[in-house]
C-alpha cells in the first residue's frame, strides 16, 4: 500500500525552524517527485517547494526562497523540508506529494500524506 506519512511539525516562535519528514512506504520514492505542500485556514493550497529523483532540481515558492531547504535520503526513503526563519504567515497544514512532474502544482501529484500542522506563533 502506497503510503506518505509526514511528521516534524508543531509550535514554534517566529524566526525559529523546523524540519519536516516525509517517508515513504509500499513504494520507492527515489523514483518520483516529492513535493511539499500547505494549507492555511480559509486559504487554498499553495506548493511550497519540489525535488526532483533525476537530477536534484529543486523548486521554491518565491515566499520561501532562502528559507527553507529540500532534500532527500533515498537510503531511508523519506524527504524533508528544512524551514528556517519562519514566519506567522507559514502556519498551515504542511503535506507532502509524490509524482511525476517537476510543479509546484498539486495537480501533478498522485499520492499523498495525511498532513502535518505547523504553527508559528508567540
Known amino acids: 500500500q502506497v503510503q506518505l506519512v509526514e511528521s516534524g511539525g508543531g509550535l514554534v516562535q517566529p524566526g525559529g525552524s523546523l524540519r519536516l519528514s516525509c517517508a515513504a512506504s509500499?513504494?520507492?520514492?527515489?523514483?518520483?517527485?516529492i513535493g511539499w505542500f500547505r494549507q492555511a485556514p480559509g486559504k487554498e493550497r499553495e506548493g511550497v517547494s519540489c525535488?526532483?529523483?533525476?537530477?536534484?532540481?529543486?523548486y521554491y515558492v518565491d515566499s520561501v526562497k532562502g528559507r527553507f531547504t529540500i532534500s532527500r535520503d533515498n537510503a531511508k526513503n523519506t524527504v524533508y523540508l528544512q524551514m528556517n526563519s519562519l514566519k506567522p504567515e507559514d502556519t498551515a497544514v504542511y503535506y507532502c506529494?509524490?509524482?511525476?512532474?517537476?510543479?509546484?502544482?498539486?495537480?501533478?501529484?498522485?499520492?499523498w500524506g495525511q498532513g502535518t500542522q505547523v504553527t508559528v506563533s508567540t
Open positions: 506529494a509524490a509524482g511525476a512532474t517537476m510543479a509546484l502544482s498539486g495537480n501533478e501529484y498522485d499520492y
Open positions: 525535488i526532483s529523483h533525476s537530477d536534484g532540481a529543486k
Open positions: 509500499g513504494f520507492t520514492s527515489a523514483n518520483y517527485i
